[in-house]
């Protein structure tokens, strides 16, 4: 079975500048989810996705972050325009559904200079 | 909002010791699931143990099991007969059971980086 996929791996964009993550979740998982982590701390739920619908965005920063889930499959999230402080991997997660388990991507890791 | 912690940056261990990594958490709710996540260099969370608030018993899974303590809101990870493997970082994490039986996205402490010493 293949995992949750994501890309690109890594990302260095300038600051002010627009990005785009990409995510592929396990096939048949209803739920996606995407998670901040900035460098020493535990990952922060962004968004959550039940099919095509927000489920919880209460954490997104939406005057700059966006994310989508056409078709209720993938996913992009994009920052516009970033800043230094958006620096962090991103991780996507997919579930079978609502309350069982998460599995996680490997992440984007973005840098902004 | 809840909240989760891990007051220990940093843990190191010998090669075939047993070592404990420490938790605690907060919430008024009565219904949840509490995790512990292994993350290792390649950044990809995997879950290692999982335990629902309304057991008892203490989840264990080969080398790992749990010591949960509800009214402590205590939940914390042995790892027995530590292997090189192990070496990575360690989340606990917290996820909200909501009405009509769905739940929250996971809500993570800021880890514990555990070393294992040959």
């Known amino acids: 079975e293949a995992g949750v996929a994501q890309s690109p791996r890594y990302k260095i964009i300038e600051k002010r500048q627009s990005v785009a993550f990409w995510c592929n979740p396990i096939?048949?998982?209803?739920?996606l989810y995407w998670y901040q982590q900035i460098l020493g701390q535990g990952p922060k739920l962004l968004i959550q996705?039940?099919?095509?619908?927000?489920?919880?965005d209460s954490q997104l920063p939406k005057d700059r972050f966006s994310a989508e889930r056409l078709k209720g499959v993938d996913s992009t999230l994009k920052i516009q325009p970033a800043k230094l402080e958006d620096s962090a991997v991103y991780l996507c997660?997919?579930?079978?559904?609502?309350?069982?388990?998460?599995?996680f991507g490997q992440g984007t890791r973005l840098t902004v200079v | 909002a809840q909240t989760v912690t891990q007051s220990q940056p940093e843990m190191s261990v010998q090669e075939a010791e047993t070592v404990t990594l420490s938790c605690t958490y907060d919430?008024?709710?009565?219904?949840?699931?509490l995790f512990w996540y292994k993350q290792p260099p390649s950044r990809q969370m995997i879950l290692v143990i999982r335990?629902?608030?309304?057991?008892?018993q203490n989840a264990t899974e080969n080398r790992f099991s749990v010591n949960f303590q509800k009214a402590a809101k205590s939940f914390s990870l042995k790892i027995s007969d530590s292997q090189l493997g192990d070496a990575a970082m360690y989340f606990c994490?917290?996820?909200?059971?909501?009405?009509?039986?769905?739940?929250?996205?996971?809500?993570f402490g800021k880890g514990t980086h555990l070393i294992i010493q040959p």
């Open positions: 096939s048949g998982h209803a739920t």
């Open positions: 919430t008024s709710e009565s219904d949840y699931y």
């Open positions: 997660a997919s579930s079978l559904n609502l309350n069982t388990e998460a599995f």
């Open positions: 996705f039940q099919n095509n619908g927000v489920v919880d």
């Open positions: 335990q629902e608030a309304y057991k008892q």
């Open positions: 994490a917290y996820r909200r059971v909501m009405a009509g039986g769905g739940a929250d996205g996971l809500t």
